[in-house]
C-alpha cells in the first residue's frame, strides 16, 4: 500500500514559476488516491492565484490573510497534514519542476529506514540541467549554510547520508514532525530548513539524499537586505538553542570572530542597518525568553551528542556566488584549524 503524501507548495507572488511547477505535477507516477497537493499563498499581490483558481482548479488552495513566511506557510501543511493523517509531506518551492518519478523515489527510500525521517531530492539547475543545485547542504559550525555540490557537473551517485536537506524540495515523514517538531516559528525564513535538518539529526533520525528523485530549480542568488538581517539572526538562534551551553562556550572566540567580520562586510556591502536589528533583536528580553522555551524543548529531546553532531559540520564556508580572497585565504584557514580543535576538545 502506498504512502499518503501531502505536497505542500508555499507560494508569494510566484506568477511567473507557479504554472510550470504544477504543470509538472500532472505527470508523476506515484498513485493519484495517494498524494494531494496544498498550495499555501501568503497574500501574493501578482496574479498567482488567480492562475492556479483559472488552470489547476483540484489543487487544494489556501488563501493567507497575512504573509506567513516559508516557515508559517508550511507549518500550516504540516498541521494539515496531521488532521488528514498523511504519512509524509514533500516540501516543494514554486520555482521548480518535478520529474515523474520524484515522488515514488523518496518515498521508497524513506520506507527503507524507520530511522529515516528526512529525504532531500537531487535539485539540478533548470537553465543548466547538466549542473547541480543541492545534493545535500552543508553546515558550518557557527551556523552558516550552504548547498552542497553547486554548480558541479551532475554524476552517478548512491543514495547517502546528508547534513540538512534543501527546503526546495524535501520530503519529511510525519512521525519525525512529530518527534522533533516543526520550524521554528520565530524565524520566518531562511535556515529553517538548516534547523530542522540539525534537530532532526539531534532526535536520533537520518537525513539522506534519493539522486533518483530529480526535481529542478530554477535558483537566483538574492542579495536583499532583508534576507541577510533573516539568515544573520537565525544562524545565531540555531547556535544558541541547539547546542550544548559547553559547546556555546568554547565557541564563543569564534563567533565575537565572525560577527566582527559580518559587521565590516555589512559596512561595505550597504546592510549595516540590517545588522544592527539583528543585535537589537538579542537585547529584548522577549527574544531569550522565547529562546530559552525552544532550548528546553530541543534538549529534552537530542539522542546525540555535541561531538557525533560537530562530525557533520564543516569549518569552511563555500559561497560559490561569493568570492572574496580574504575568505579563501584568512577566514577558512583561521577557522578551519578553529575547528579542528573544536573536535579534539569535545567529548560531550
Request: hydrophobic share 40%; net charge positive.
Amino acid at each position: 500500500m502506498s504512502k499518503k503524501v501531502l505536497i505542500i507548495i508555499v507560494s508569494y507572488n510566484s506568477s511567473d514559476y507557479i504554472g510550470d511547477c504544477l504543470s509538472s505535477l500532472e505527470n508523476i507516477v506515484y498513485p493519484k488516491d495517494d498524494f494531494r497537493i496544498l498550495v499555501v499563498d501568503n497574500r501574493s499581490t501578482d496574479n498567482s492565484v488567480e492562475i492556479i483558481k483559472k488552470n489547476f482548479s483540484e489543487i487544494e488552495l489556501f488563501e493567507s490573510q497575512a504573509n506567513l513566511g516559508f516557515v508559517g506557510g508550511n507549518n500550516f501543511g504540516f498541521k494539515y497534514a496531521i488532521q488528514n493523517n498523511f504519512d509524509y509531506v514533500y516540501l516543494l518551492n514554486p520555482d521548480t519542476a518535478v520529474t515523474p518519478g520524484f515522488l515514488d523515489q523518496v518515498v521508497k527510500l524513506a520506507e527503507s529506514n524507520q530511522k529515516i525521517g528526512a529525504v532531500q531530492s537531487k535539485l539540478l539547475l533548470y537553465h543548466d540541467q547538466g549542473l547541480i543545485n543541492s545534493i545535500g547542504n552543508e553546515i558550518h559550525f557557527l551556523g552558516l549554510a550552504f548547498a552542497g555540490g553547486y554548480k558541479q557537473p551532475d554524476y552517478p551517485m548512491i543514495p547517502k547520508e546528508i547534513t540538512y536537506p534543501s527546503g526546495a524540495s524535501v520530503l519529511i515523514k510525519v512521525s519525525a514532525l512529530k518527534g522533533v517538531g516543526f520550524f521554528n516559528d520565530e524565524f520566518f525564513m531562511y535556515h529553517e530548513d538548516t534547523d530542522l535538518g540539525w534537530r532532526l539529526w539531534l532526535g536520533g533520525y537520518k537525513v539522506m539524499l534519493s539522486p533518483e528523485s530529480v526535481v529542478y530549480h530554477k535558483y537566483e542568488f538574492s542579495r536583499n537586505q532583508q534576507k541577510y538581517y533573516y539568515m544573520e539572526r537565525n544562524r545565531r538562534l540555531m547556535i544558541l538553542q541547539n547546542y550544548k551551553i559547553g559547546t556555546i562556550i568554547l565557541i564563543l572566540p569564534a563567533c565575537v570572530l565572525m560577527g566582527l567580520a559580518m559587521f565590516i562586510y555589512s559596512l561595505f556591502s550597504g546592510w549595516a542597518w540590517q545588522n544592527l536589528k539583528v543585535y537589537w533583536y538579542f537585547f529584548q528580553p522577549s527574544s531569550w525568553i522565547k529562546l530559552f522555551k525552544t532550548r528546553k524543548q530541543i534538549r529534552k529531546k537530542c539522542k546525540i551528542t555535541d561531538r557525533e553532531m560537530l562530525t557533520r559540520f564543516v569549518g569552511r564556508v563555500e559561497f560559490h556566488d561569493f568570492g572574496n580572497p580574504i575568505l579563501k585565504y584568512v577566514v577558512n584557514p583561521i577557522f578551519s584549524l578553529y575547528f579542528w580543535l573544536l573536535k579534539k576538545i569535545i567529548v560531550w
